[in-house]
Protein backbone atom coordinates (compact mmCIF):
# COMPACT_ATOMS: atom_id res chain seq x y z
CA UNK A 1 0.00 0.00 0.00
CA UNK A 2 1.08 3.32 -0.61
CA UNK A 3 0.02 6.86 1.09
CA UNK A 4 -0.47 10.05 -0.56
CA UNK A 5 3.53 10.39 -0.65
CA UNK A 6 4.18 7.05 -2.63
CA UNK A 7 5.47 6.22 0.59
CA UNK A 8 5.04 2.39 0.62
CA UNK A 9 3.51 0.36 3.78
CA UNK A 10 3.87 -3.60 4.06
CA UNK A 11 0.74 -5.03 6.33
CA UNK A 12 2.18 -8.61 7.51
CA UNK A 13 -1.98 -9.99 8.36
CA UNK A 14 -5.10 -8.52 7.99
CA UNK A 15 -7.95 -10.29 9.08
CA UNK A 16 -11.55 -10.19 8.08
CA UNK A 17 -14.39 -10.90 10.44
CA UNK A 18 -17.63 -10.46 8.32
CA UNK A 19 -20.09 -9.23 11.38
CA UNK A 20 -17.50 -7.94 13.35
CA UNK A 21 -14.67 -6.12 11.47
CA UNK A 22 -10.87 -6.16 10.42
CA UNK A 23 -7.57 -6.48 12.06
CA UNK A 24 -4.16 -5.43 11.10
CA UNK A 25 -1.60 -7.46 12.75
CA UNK A 26 2.17 -6.72 12.46
CA UNK A 27 4.67 -9.38 13.16
CA UNK A 28 8.20 -9.72 14.85
CA UNK A 29 9.91 -13.33 15.07
CA UNK A 30 12.49 -14.13 16.94
CA UNK A 31 13.45 -12.63 20.56
CA UNK A 32 11.75 -9.30 20.88
CA UNK A 33 11.60 -7.16 24.41
CA UNK A 34 10.85 -3.88 25.98
CA UNK A 35 13.65 -2.14 27.71
CA UNK A 36 12.89 1.39 29.67
CA UNK A 37 9.32 1.77 27.55
CA UNK A 38 11.60 1.04 23.86
CA UNK A 39 10.83 -1.78 21.83
CA UNK A 40 13.94 -3.80 20.45
CA UNK A 41 14.72 -6.84 18.58
CA UNK A 42 17.95 -8.96 18.12
CA UNK A 43 18.75 -8.80 15.24
CA UNK A 44 22.04 -10.93 14.38
CA UNK A 45 23.36 -10.98 17.71
CA UNK A 46 22.94 -7.24 18.42
CA UNK A 47 19.29 -5.80 19.88
CA UNK A 48 18.26 -3.23 17.46
CA UNK A 49 15.38 -0.88 18.66
CA UNK A 50 11.77 -1.19 16.81
CA UNK A 51 8.78 0.16 16.31
CA UNK A 52 6.10 -2.56 15.78
CA UNK A 53 3.18 -0.44 17.41
CA UNK A 54 3.78 2.55 14.95
CA UNK A 55 3.83 0.31 12.41
CA UNK A 56 0.86 -1.45 13.01
CA UNK A 57 -0.93 2.16 13.61
CA UNK A 58 0.70 3.67 10.69
CA UNK A 59 -0.47 0.96 8.17
CA UNK A 60 -3.87 0.87 9.71
CA UNK A 61 -4.07 4.77 9.10
CA UNK A 62 -2.96 4.35 5.54
CA UNK A 63 -5.93 1.47 4.92
CA UNK A 64 -8.41 3.73 6.62
CA UNK A 65 -7.61 6.00 4.36
CA UNK A 66 -7.62 4.25 0.92
CA UNK A 67 -10.99 2.86 1.94
CA UNK A 68 -12.51 6.19 2.69
CA UNK A 69 -10.81 7.88 -0.37
CA UNK A 70 -12.57 4.73 -2.40
CA UNK A 71 -15.79 5.03 -1.21
CA UNK A 72 -15.30 1.41 0.22
CA UNK A 73 -18.19 0.16 2.56
CA UNK A 74 -15.70 -0.76 5.36
CA UNK A 75 -14.46 2.53 5.67
CA UNK A 76 -16.51 2.70 8.60
CA UNK A 77 -16.24 -0.88 10.11
CA UNK A 78 -14.66 -1.53 13.35
CA UNK A 79 -11.01 -1.86 13.00
CA UNK A 80 -7.89 -2.59 15.04
CA UNK A 81 -4.39 -2.61 15.11
CA UNK A 82 -2.14 -5.69 16.61
CA UNK A 83 1.39 -6.81 17.33
CA UNK A 84 1.89 -10.85 17.03
CA UNK A 85 5.65 -11.88 19.00
CA UNK A 86 5.14 -15.63 17.98
CA UNK A 87 8.61 -16.80 19.73
CA UNK A 88 7.91 -14.67 22.55
CA UNK A 89 6.05 -14.98 26.03
CA UNK A 90 4.55 -11.95 27.75
CA UNK A 91 2.78 -11.54 30.86
CA UNK A 92 -0.16 -10.20 31.23
CA UNK A 93 0.59 -6.50 32.99
CA UNK A 94 2.76 -5.84 30.63
CA UNK A 95 1.73 -1.71 29.51
CA UNK A 96 3.08 -0.03 26.03
CA UNK A 97 1.50 3.12 24.99
CA UNK A 98 -0.93 2.23 21.98
CA UNK A 99 -0.66 -1.18 22.53
CA UNK A 100 -2.89 -2.42 25.54
CA UNK A 101 -2.36 -5.95 26.45
CA UNK A 102 -5.11 -7.26 24.68
CA UNK A 103 -3.78 -5.93 21.35
CA UNK A 104 -0.78 -8.13 21.46
CA UNK A 105 -0.43 -12.06 20.80
CA UNK A 106 2.48 -13.70 21.98
CA UNK A 107 3.38 -17.52 21.66
CA UNK A 108 0.72 -18.94 24.29
CA UNK A 109 -2.02 -16.90 22.78
CA UNK A 110 -1.49 -18.57 19.03
CA UNK A 111 -4.18 -21.41 19.51
CA UNK A 112 -6.37 -18.77 20.46
CA UNK A 113 -5.57 -16.22 18.15
CA UNK A 114 -8.53 -15.67 16.41
CA UNK A 115 -10.59 -15.74 19.43
CA UNK A 116 -8.25 -12.91 20.47
CA UNK A 117 -8.61 -10.96 17.18
CA UNK A 118 -11.98 -11.12 18.31
CA UNK A 119 -11.36 -9.81 21.73
CA UNK A 120 -9.44 -6.94 20.17
CA UNK A 121 -12.33 -5.60 18.03
CA UNK A 122 -14.86 -5.59 21.10
CA UNK A 123 -12.52 -3.94 23.58
CA UNK A 124 -10.96 -1.65 21.23
CA UNK A 125 -11.94 -1.66 17.77
CA UNK A 126 -12.11 1.91 16.30
CA UNK A 127 -15.47 2.54 14.39
CA UNK A 128 -19.24 3.20 14.19
CA UNK A 129 -20.11 -0.54 12.19
CA UNK A 130 -19.30 -4.29 12.23
CA UNK A 131 -17.80 -5.61 8.85
CA UNK A 132 -20.58 -5.87 6.42
CA UNK A 133 -20.32 -9.14 3.54
CA UNK A 134 -19.99 -6.05 0.81
CA UNK A 135 -16.81 -4.79 2.70
CA UNK A 136 -15.35 -8.18 3.54
CA UNK A 137 -15.35 -8.53 -0.33
CA UNK A 138 -13.50 -4.71 -1.17
CA UNK A 139 -10.97 -5.74 1.46
CA UNK A 140 -10.68 -9.10 -0.27
CA UNK A 141 -10.34 -7.80 -3.77
CA UNK A 142 -7.84 -5.26 -2.66
CA UNK A 143 -5.72 -7.98 -0.51
CA UNK A 144 -5.89 -11.08 -3.08
CA UNK A 145 -6.53 -9.56 -6.64
CA UNK A 146 -9.04 -12.24 -6.80
CA UNK A 147 -11.93 -11.55 -9.12
CA UNK A 148 -15.41 -10.73 -8.29
CA UNK A 149 -16.80 -14.45 -7.88
CA UNK A 150 -13.86 -15.93 -5.63
CA UNK A 151 -14.07 -12.80 -3.20
CA UNK A 152 -18.30 -13.42 -3.61
CA UNK A 153 -17.65 -16.70 -2.35
CA UNK A 154 -14.80 -16.12 0.20
CA UNK A 155 -17.24 -13.53 1.81
CA UNK A 156 -20.44 -15.22 1.91
CA UNK A 157 -18.82 -18.34 3.53
CA UNK A 158 -17.19 -15.99 5.99
CA UNK A 159 -20.47 -14.60 6.71
CA UNK A 160 -22.07 -18.13 7.31
CA UNK A 161 -19.61 -19.27 9.29
CA UNK A 162 -19.57 -15.94 11.35
CA UNK A 163 -23.34 -16.91 11.84
CA UNK A 164 -23.30 -20.51 13.01
CA UNK A 165 -20.37 -19.68 15.29
CA UNK A 166 -22.99 -17.18 17.04
CA UNK A 167 -25.49 -19.41 17.48
CA UNK A 168 -23.64 -22.71 18.45
CA UNK A 169 -22.62 -19.62 21.04
CA UNK A 170 -26.50 -19.18 21.82
CA UNK A 171 -27.26 -22.55 21.51
CA UNK A 172 -25.11 -23.61 24.49
CA UNK A 173 -26.92 -21.55 26.94
CA UNK A 174 -29.76 -24.46 26.69
CA UNK A 175 -27.08 -26.79 28.99
CA UNK A 176 -28.12 -23.95 32.18
CA UNK A 177 -31.30 -25.69 32.10
CA UNK A 178 -30.09 -28.99 32.29
CA UNK A 179 -27.51 -27.90 34.72
CA UNK A 180 -29.08 -30.16 37.60
CA UNK A 181 -30.01 -33.13 35.82
CA UNK A 182 -27.07 -36.22 35.84
CA UNK A 183 -28.43 -38.20 33.08
CA UNK A 184 -29.49 -36.37 29.65
CA UNK A 185 -30.10 -37.21 26.07
CA UNK A 186 -30.14 -34.59 23.48
CA UNK A 187 -31.64 -35.72 20.42
CA UNK A 188 -31.43 -33.51 17.10
CA UNK A 189 -31.11 -33.63 13.49
CA UNK A 190 -28.06 -32.87 11.17
CA UNK A 191 -26.63 -29.41 11.83
CA UNK A 192 -28.50 -29.16 14.98
CA UNK A 193 -24.78 -28.35 16.96
CA UNK A 194 -24.84 -31.41 19.10
CA UNK A 195 -21.32 -32.29 18.62
CA UNK A 196 -20.19 -28.74 19.97
CA UNK A 197 -22.80 -29.37 22.70
CA UNK A 198 -21.49 -32.17 23.75
CA UNK A 199 -17.78 -30.38 23.83
CA UNK A 200 -19.35 -28.03 25.74
CA UNK A 201 -20.89 -30.35 28.74
CA UNK A 202 -17.87 -32.01 28.78
CA UNK A 203 -15.88 -28.59 29.18
CA UNK A 204 -18.15 -27.07 31.65
CA UNK A 205 -17.90 -30.97 34.16
CA UNK A 206 -14.20 -30.70 33.93
CA UNK A 207 -13.96 -26.79 34.84
CA UNK A 208 -16.05 -28.57 37.89
CA UNK A 209 -13.45 -30.76 38.83
CA UNK A 210 -15.19 -34.11 37.33
CA UNK A 211 -13.31 -36.63 35.74
CA UNK A 212 -14.94 -36.74 32.39
CA UNK A 213 -14.64 -38.97 29.73
CA UNK A 214 -15.82 -37.91 26.17
CA UNK A 215 -16.43 -40.94 23.70
CA UNK A 216 -17.77 -41.67 20.42
CA UNK A 217 -17.56 -44.16 17.73
CA UNK A 218 -15.96 -42.64 14.66
CA UNK A 219 -12.44 -42.32 14.15
CA UNK A 220 -12.72 -38.86 12.52
CA UNK A 221 -15.21 -37.84 15.14
CA UNK A 222 -12.61 -38.85 17.32
CA UNK A 223 -9.94 -37.34 16.00
CA UNK A 224 -11.72 -34.13 16.03
CA UNK A 225 -12.82 -34.27 19.24
CA UNK A 226 -9.36 -34.75 20.44
CA UNK A 227 -8.12 -31.46 18.34
CA UNK A 228 -10.54 -29.66 19.89
CA UNK A 229 -9.92 -30.63 23.43
CA UNK A 230 -6.23 -29.83 23.20
CA UNK A 231 -6.45 -26.45 22.65
CA UNK A 232 -8.24 -25.66 26.17
CA UNK A 233 -7.20 -24.72 29.36
CA UNK A 234 -5.51 -27.78 31.40
CA UNK A 235 -8.54 -27.28 33.87
CA UNK A 236 -11.07 -27.99 31.23
CA UNK A 237 -10.15 -30.48 29.65
CA UNK A 238 -11.63 -34.62 29.88
CA UNK A 239 -9.47 -37.47 31.61
CA UNK A 240 -10.00 -39.28 28.46
CA UNK A 241 -11.31 -38.35 24.76
CA UNK A 242 -11.30 -41.07 21.76
CA UNK A 243 -12.61 -44.17 21.08
CA UNK A 244 -15.05 -45.67 22.81
CA UNK A 245 -13.72 -49.03 21.93
CA UNK A 246 -10.10 -47.89 22.80
CA UNK A 247 -10.93 -46.80 26.47
CA UNK A 248 -10.78 -50.63 27.65
CA UNK A 249 -7.54 -51.01 25.63
CA UNK A 250 -6.16 -47.94 27.42
CA UNK A 251 -7.26 -49.95 30.47
CA UNK A 252 -5.36 -53.18 29.47
CA UNK A 253 -7.75 -54.80 27.01
CA UNK A 254 -5.90 -56.70 24.18
CA UNK A 255 -6.36 -54.92 20.33
CA UNK A 256 -8.82 -57.14 18.37
CA UNK A 257 -9.19 -57.55 14.60
CA UNK A 258 -10.90 -54.42 13.25
CA UNK A 259 -13.22 -56.53 11.17
CA UNK A 260 -14.31 -59.11 13.82
CA UNK A 261 -17.70 -58.04 14.38
CA UNK A 262 -18.09 -60.01 17.95
CA UNK A 263 -15.10 -58.39 19.76
CA UNK A 264 -16.36 -55.47 19.22
CA UNK A 265 -19.89 -56.04 20.17
CA UNK A 266 -19.47 -59.02 22.34
CA UNK A 267 -16.22 -59.24 23.70
CA UNK A 268 -14.79 -56.10 24.51
CA UNK A 269 -17.91 -54.66 26.07
CA UNK A 270 -17.32 -57.28 28.43
CA UNK A 271 -13.76 -56.74 29.26
CA UNK A 272 -15.09 -52.73 29.72
CA UNK A 273 -16.83 -54.00 31.94
CA UNK A 274 -14.76 -56.58 33.95
CA UNK A 275 -11.60 -54.36 33.66
CA UNK A 276 -13.67 -50.95 34.96
CA UNK A 277 -15.10 -53.11 37.86
CA UNK A 278 -11.40 -54.00 39.16
CA UNK A 279 -10.08 -50.05 38.88
CA UNK A 280 -10.15 -48.61 42.21
CA UNK A 281 -12.66 -45.68 42.21
CA UNK A 282 -10.39 -42.62 41.50
CA UNK A 283 -9.28 -43.91 38.13
CA UNK A 284 -13.03 -43.91 37.14
CA UNK A 285 -15.30 -41.51 35.68
CA UNK A 286 -17.36 -38.78 37.58
CA UNK A 287 -19.32 -38.09 34.07
CA UNK A 288 -19.23 -39.64 30.81
CA UNK A 289 -20.30 -37.95 27.37
CA UNK A 290 -21.24 -39.74 24.26
CA UNK A 291 -21.27 -38.20 21.30
CA UNK A 292 -23.27 -39.82 18.13
CA UNK A 293 -25.10 -42.04 20.84
CA UNK A 294 -27.09 -43.72 18.01
CA UNK A 295 -23.98 -45.75 17.32
CA UNK A 296 -23.56 -47.30 20.15
CA UNK A 297 -25.49 -50.76 20.35
CA UNK A 298 -27.08 -52.35 23.73
CA UNK A 299 -24.20 -54.12 24.56
CA UNK A 300 -22.47 -51.50 25.27
CA UNK A 301 -24.33 -49.40 27.50
CA UNK A 302 -23.78 -51.52 31.01
CA UNK A 303 -20.25 -51.69 30.70
CA UNK A 304 -20.47 -47.60 30.05
CA UNK A 305 -21.88 -47.22 33.27
CA UNK A 306 -19.40 -49.09 34.85
CA UNK A 307 -16.95 -47.31 33.92
CA UNK A 308 -18.35 -44.38 36.12
CA UNK A 309 -17.59 -44.04 40.07
CA UNK A 310 -21.48 -44.13 40.94
CA UNK A 311 -22.67 -46.47 37.95
CA UNK A 312 -26.16 -45.43 39.29
CA UNK A 313 -25.59 -41.65 39.79
CA UNK A 314 -22.75 -40.44 37.82
CA UNK A 315 -23.23 -38.51 34.98
CA UNK A 316 -24.22 -39.48 31.51
CA UNK A 317 -24.65 -37.46 28.94
CA UNK A 318 -25.98 -38.61 25.38
CA UNK A 319 -25.76 -36.72 22.19
CA UNK A 320 -27.64 -38.22 19.00
CA UNK A 321 -29.87 -38.29 15.98
CA UNK A 322 -31.65 -41.49 15.65
CA UNK A 323 -31.97 -40.19 11.96
CA UNK A 324 -28.22 -41.00 11.18
CA UNK A 325 -28.37 -44.77 12.73
CA UNK A 326 -26.02 -46.03 9.47
CA UNK A 327 -24.86 -49.17 11.20
CA UNK A 328 -26.75 -52.01 12.32
CA UNK A 329 -26.86 -51.39 15.93
CA UNK A 330 -29.43 -51.12 17.56
CA UNK A 331 -30.27 -49.84 21.64
CA UNK A 332 -31.32 -47.10 23.70
CA UNK A 333 -29.40 -45.40 25.83
CA UNK A 334 -30.56 -46.21 29.77
CA UNK A 335 -31.88 -42.48 30.32
CA UNK A 336 -35.42 -41.97 31.30
CA UNK A 337 -35.57 -38.38 31.34
CA UNK A 338 -37.49 -37.90 28.17
CA UNK A 339 -34.78 -36.36 25.48
CA UNK A 340 -34.24 -32.80 25.39
CA UNK A 341 -35.14 -31.81 21.72
CA UNK A 342 -32.59 -29.91 19.24
CA UNK A 343 -35.28 -28.59 16.33
CA UNK A 344 -33.24 -25.55 14.40
CA UNK A 345 -30.42 -26.32 11.85
CA UNK A 346 -27.53 -24.27 12.39
CA UNK A 347 -24.69 -25.31 10.48
CA UNK A 348 -26.26 -25.74 6.99
CA UNK A 349 -27.13 -23.12 4.52
CA UNK A 350 -31.16 -22.83 3.70
CA UNK A 351 -30.79 -24.05 0.22
CA UNK A 352 -28.98 -27.59 1.99
CA UNK A 353 -30.95 -28.05 4.77
CA UNK A 354 -34.23 -27.70 2.75
CA UNK A 355 -32.21 -31.12 0.26
CA UNK A 356 -32.34 -33.53 3.37
CA UNK A 357 -35.14 -31.90 5.59
CA UNK A 358 -37.34 -34.24 4.82
CA UNK A 359 -35.26 -37.02 5.82
CA UNK A 360 -35.15 -35.78 9.37
CA UNK A 361 -37.48 -37.48 12.20
CA UNK A 362 -38.38 -34.20 12.97
CA UNK A 363 -39.07 -31.20 10.93
CA UNK A 364 -36.35 -28.78 11.74
CA UNK A 365 -36.29 -25.09 11.78
CA UNK A 366 -33.96 -23.59 9.03
CA UNK A 367 -32.03 -20.54 10.53
CA UNK A 368 -28.97 -20.58 8.33
CA UNK A 369 -28.48 -18.07 5.44
CA UNK A 370 -29.77 -18.42 2.14
CA UNK A 371 -26.67 -19.82 0.01
CA UNK A 372 -25.88 -21.12 -3.54
CA UNK A 373 -27.92 -23.47 -5.09
CA UNK A 374 -27.50 -26.74 -4.53
CA UNK A 375 -26.13 -28.50 -8.24
CA UNK A 376 -27.03 -32.24 -8.99
CA UNK A 377 -25.85 -34.06 -11.69
CA UNK A 378 -27.73 -37.07 -13.12
CA UNK A 379 -25.91 -39.68 -14.00
CA UNK A 380 -25.42 -43.23 -13.06
CA UNK A 381 -24.15 -45.41 -10.07
CA UNK A 382 -21.12 -46.57 -12.33
CA UNK A 383 -20.14 -42.65 -13.39
CA UNK A 384 -20.84 -40.56 -10.35
CA UNK A 385 -17.64 -41.04 -9.08
CA UNK A 386 -16.29 -39.61 -12.12
CA UNK A 387 -18.62 -37.09 -12.43
CA UNK A 388 -17.87 -35.85 -8.76
CA UNK A 389 -14.08 -35.79 -9.63
CA UNK A 390 -15.72 -33.51 -12.77
CA UNK A 391 -16.92 -31.23 -10.12
CA UNK A 392 -14.37 -31.22 -7.50
CA UNK A 393 -12.06 -29.92 -10.70
CA UNK A 394 -14.11 -27.13 -11.48
CA UNK A 395 -15.10 -25.94 -7.99
CA UNK A 396 -11.43 -25.94 -7.23
CA UNK A 397 -10.12 -24.73 -10.63
CA UNK A 398 -12.40 -22.84 -12.10
CA UNK A 399 -14.59 -20.96 -8.90
CA UNK A 400 -11.32 -19.95 -6.73
CA UNK A 401 -12.92 -22.96 -3.74
CA UNK A 402 -9.67 -23.97 -1.81
CA UNK A 403 -8.64 -27.28 -2.19
CA UNK A 404 -8.67 -27.62 1.42
CA UNK A 405 -12.61 -26.29 1.94
CA UNK A 406 -13.64 -29.36 -0.56
CA UNK A 407 -14.81 -33.15 0.68
CA UNK A 408 -15.71 -35.78 -2.16
CA UNK A 409 -17.50 -38.37 0.00
CA UNK A 410 -19.05 -41.93 -1.58
CA UNK A 411 -22.13 -43.77 -0.57
CA UNK A 412 -20.67 -47.31 -1.18
CA UNK A 413 -16.98 -48.12 -2.43
CA UNK A 414 -14.39 -45.90 -1.32
CA UNK A 415 -12.69 -43.30 -3.59
CA UNK A 416 -9.50 -44.73 -5.37
CA UNK A 417 -7.76 -41.50 -3.61
CA UNK A 418 -9.07 -42.42 -0.58
CA UNK A 419 -7.82 -46.42 -0.69
CA UNK A 420 -5.08 -45.13 -1.67
CA UNK A 421 -3.71 -43.38 1.25
CA UNK A 422 -5.47 -45.26 3.87
CA UNK A 423 -3.57 -48.06 2.69
CA UNK A 424 -0.29 -46.33 1.90
CA UNK A 425 0.01 -44.54 5.05
CA UNK A 426 -2.33 -45.58 7.56
CA UNK A 427 -5.61 -44.02 8.89
CA UNK A 428 -3.78 -41.83 11.36
CA UNK A 429 -2.28 -40.13 8.15
CA UNK A 430 -5.23 -39.33 6.43
CA UNK A 431 -7.03 -38.60 9.24
CA UNK A 432 -4.30 -35.73 9.92
CA UNK A 433 -4.40 -34.79 6.55
CA UNK A 434 -8.37 -34.08 6.93
CA UNK A 435 -7.52 -32.13 9.77
CA UNK A 436 -4.72 -30.42 7.89
CA UNK A 437 -7.02 -28.54 5.73
CA UNK A 438 -4.43 -28.31 3.03
CA UNK A 439 -6.11 -30.29 0.32
CA UNK A 440 -9.39 -32.53 -1.42
CA UNK A 441 -10.81 -34.96 1.07
CA UNK A 442 -11.35 -37.91 -0.24
CA UNK A 443 -13.83 -40.21 2.05
CA UNK A 444 -16.99 -42.51 3.12
CA UNK A 445 -20.16 -40.99 4.88
CA UNK A 446 -20.08 -44.11 7.26
CA UNK A 447 -16.66 -42.27 8.54
CA UNK A 448 -17.50 -38.81 8.12
CA UNK A 449 -20.43 -38.74 10.34
CA UNK A 450 -20.01 -36.06 12.96
CA UNK A 451 -17.88 -33.88 10.78
CA UNK A 452 -18.50 -31.00 7.76
CA UNK A 453 -17.01 -29.38 5.32
CA UNK A 454 -17.71 -25.85 3.21
CA UNK A 455 -17.98 -27.83 0.51
CA UNK A 456 -18.98 -31.59 -0.80
CA UNK A 457 -19.37 -33.21 -3.29
CA UNK A 458 -21.66 -36.51 -2.59
CA UNK A 459 -21.00 -39.48 -5.06
CA UNK A 460 -24.11 -41.36 -4.71
CA UNK A 461 -21.81 -44.45 -6.14
CA UNK A 462 -24.79 -47.29 -4.57
CA UNK A 463 -25.27 -48.39 -1.04
CA UNK A 464 -23.71 -51.49 0.93
CA UNK A 465 -26.51 -52.14 3.26
CA UNK A 466 -30.00 -51.42 1.33
CA UNK A 467 -32.03 -51.48 4.60
CA UNK A 468 -29.64 -48.43 6.00
CA UNK A 469 -29.20 -46.53 2.52
CA UNK A 470 -31.76 -43.75 3.79
CA UNK A 471 -29.50 -43.24 6.97
CA UNK A 472 -26.59 -42.91 4.78
CA UNK A 473 -28.31 -40.43 2.32
CA UNK A 474 -29.14 -38.23 4.89
CA UNK A 475 -25.41 -37.87 6.56
CA UNK A 476 -24.15 -37.60 2.77
CA UNK A 477 -26.52 -34.51 2.40
CA UNK A 478 -26.01 -32.98 5.54
CA UNK A 479 -22.06 -32.66 5.61
CA UNK A 480 -21.86 -29.83 3.39
CA UNK A 481 -21.97 -26.30 5.04
CA UNK A 482 -21.72 -23.71 2.48
CA UNK A 483 -22.08 -25.49 -1.17
CA UNK A 484 -23.51 -28.89 -2.18
CA UNK A 485 -22.66 -30.98 -5.38
CA UNK A 486 -24.65 -34.14 -5.73
CA UNK A 487 -23.72 -36.77 -8.44
CA UNK A 488 -25.84 -39.91 -9.07
CA UNK A 489 -28.86 -41.71 -10.40
CA UNK A 490 -32.10 -39.37 -10.18
CA UNK A 491 -34.62 -42.94 -9.81
CA UNK A 492 -31.75 -44.55 -7.23
CA UNK A 493 -32.43 -41.37 -5.22
CA UNK A 494 -36.06 -41.43 -5.14
CA UNK A 495 -36.41 -45.07 -4.06
CA UNK A 496 -34.25 -44.50 -1.38
CA UNK A 497 -34.44 -41.04 -0.03
CA UNK A 498 -38.43 -40.19 -1.54
CA UNK A 499 -39.52 -38.24 -4.07
CA UNK A 500 -39.62 -35.07 -1.81
CA UNK A 501 -35.63 -35.48 -2.21
CA UNK A 502 -35.38 -35.98 -5.65
CA UNK A 503 -37.52 -33.07 -6.56
CA UNK A 504 -35.80 -30.66 -5.00
CA UNK A 505 -32.59 -32.14 -6.46
CA UNK A 506 -34.19 -31.87 -10.06
CA UNK A 507 -34.89 -28.29 -9.58
CA UNK A 508 -31.59 -27.73 -8.48
CA UNK A 509 -30.36 -29.75 -11.43
CA UNK A 510 -32.00 -27.59 -13.87
CA UNK A 511 -30.08 -25.00 -12.66
CA UNK A 512 -26.45 -26.44 -13.51
Known amino acids: MRNGRQHEYEADIVVLIPGAGWALIEIKGGDVRRVHGAWEQRQKGLWQPIDPVGQAQDCRHVLQRYL ?3 GSSAEHSRAVHMVALPDCEVGDDLESPGLPRPLLIDRHDLKQAFHKVLQALELHGQGSAPLSAAGTVELFRLFSGADVAAADIFAFHAEHDER ?15 RNQHRVAVVGGAGSGKT ?3 LEQTRRLAKEGQSVALVCYSRGLARFLQGVT ?13 L ?3 LPVLWGAPHGEEDDSTWFEETLPALLGQLAAELPEADRFDSIVVDEGQDFSASWWPPTLLALREPDAGGLYVFLDEGQRVFDRSGAAPIEMAPFPLDHNIRNTKRIAQVFGSLCLEQPSYDGLEGPPVRFIPCSSDEAVQAADDEVQRLTDEEGWPPGSVALLTTKHRHPVQTEIVEGTGWDAYWADFFAGEDVFYGHVLGFKGLERPVVVLAINGFRDPSRAKEMLYVGLSRAQTMLVVCGDPELIASVGGEGVRHRLSGAAEQV
Not at 164 to 173: G, K, L
Open 68 to 70: ARH
Open 164 to 178: VRQMTQDQTRMLGLL
Open 196 to 198: WLA
Open 230 to 242: AEWRPRERPHYVG
Open 244 to 246: FHE
